[in-house]
Nanobody, 115 residues
């Protein structure tokens, strides 16, 4: 059973930083996709940042502020978030894709940015 556990969320003032972590119970070395998504109240879940075998993608509104990275030895995916804005407030979810078809999600971590 694949498990993903997010951590690092919290309350921060606008302009501040947070680093989210997603620890996987399996090796992420051969994952076909690793990503962070977020869902704000009343809105659809959206892609924030994603690493695939081909490239790294970011939501336009977070480019230059957020960075996704991995530590394969720790089976952990990170999302460094700088210059946070109130509109970044959401529950952030980690997603792991194996062999392009098997998707796994974490339970999410709340990020709240105050103005």
């Amino acid at each position: 059973q694949v498990q993903l556990v997010e951590s690092g969320g919290g309350l921060v003032q606008a302009g501040g930083s947070l680093r989210l972590s997603c620890a996987a119970s399996v090796s992420i070395f051969t994952a076909s996709g690793l990503g962070w998504y977020r869902q704000a109240p009343g809105k659809q879940r959206e892609l924030v940042a994603r690493i695939t075998t081909r490239n790294i993608d970011y939501l336009d509104s977070v480019k230059g502020r957020f960075t996704i990275s991995t530590d394969n030895a720790q089976n952990t995916v990170y999302l460094q978030m700088n210059s946070l804005k109130p509109e970044d407030t959401a529950v952030y979810y980690c997603r792991l894709t194996i062999k392009y078809v098997n998707d796994y999600w974490g339970r999410g971590t709340q990020v709240t940015v105050s103005s």
